[in-house]
């Protein structure tokens, strides 16, 4: 079965420094992947999403994520932080065939330290 | 502008009460998904619908029940056989019927359920 993993719980890091935040997931053939960003209250906002082709995504608001195979990984990173950017990131797998929805990870909460 | 509107954005339920919770979307999407969100769980879902008068279970339909009866509208009832309903309950929907898997989804803004 599906699974995404996202190891940190919660992250803080300066505002300024990078960020990576951590994705693994388990599937079968080639994932469909994503990572969505929520702030408190408030529904769940698409940062960037990878099919096929380059394994490197450009996303909104200055975010990258880089799809490796090998790993299993979906990390999303971005080179320097905005306090703006505190809120929490879930990383998803599409779920495949007729199903059609998304499998999450349990998110990582990011704070940014002034 | 498109997009999907959840209602009411808070609701208080009494026991043994159902309540029903609204979800329209005018982005002519065929699929609709409804996730439940505890805090350190992520989202799990509920039900999911990828056709008009059709709708599917997902991984915690227990306690819970859905219609289908046009594109734009999929409510979530919460029952009172759902023994903890307190939650954050989010709806999302996705353009593609026969693709939805790489679809990337669309949000509400959520309904956050307490009971009295």
């Known amino acids: 079965a599906q699974s995404v993993t996202q190891p940190d719980i919660h992250i803080t890091v300066s505002e300024g420094a990078s960020l990576e935040l951590r994705c693994n997931y388990s599937?079968?053939?080639?994932?469909?992947l994503f990572w969505y960003v929520q702030s408190p209250g408030q529904g769940l906002q698409l940062l960037l999403k990878?099919?096929?082709?380059?394994?490197l995504v450009q996303g909104i608001k200055g975010f990258e994520a880089e799809f490796k195979r090998s790993q299993s990984s979906f990390n999303l990173r971005k080179p320097s932080v905005h306090w703006s950017d505190a809120a929490e990131y879930f990383c998803?797998?599409?779920?495949?065939?007729?199903?059609?929805?998304?499998?999450f990870g349990k998110g990582t909460k990011l704070s940014v330290k002034p | 502008d498109g997009g999907i509107t959840q209602s009411p954005k808070y609701l208080f339920r009494k026991e043994g009460q159902n309540v029903t919770l609204s979800c329209e979307q005018n982005?002519?999407?065929?699929?609709m998904y409804w996730y439940r969100q505890d805090p350190g769980q992520g989202l799990r879902l509920i039900y999911y619908?990828?056709?008009?008068?059709?709708?599917q279970k997902g991984d915690i339909a227990e306690g819970y029940s859905v219609s289908r009866e046009k594109k734009e509208s999929f409510p979530l009832t919460v029952t009172s056989a759902q023994k903890n309903p307190t939650a954050f309950y989010l709806c999302?929907?996705?353009?593609?019927?026969?693709?939805?898997?790489?679809?990337?989804?669309?949000f509400g803004d959520g309904t956050r359920l307490s009971i009295l």
């Open positions: 999302a929907s996705s353009n593609d019927l026969l693709t939805a898997s790489n679809q990337p989804q669309h």
């Open positions: 599937y079968g053939a080639t994932p469909y």
């Open positions: 990878y099919f096929s082709g380059d394994t």
């Open positions: 998803a797998v599409g779920a495949g065939g007729s199903q059609g929805n998304l499998i």
């Open positions: 982005l002519n999407h065929d699929a």
């Open positions: 619908s990828q056709i008009v008068n059709d709708f």
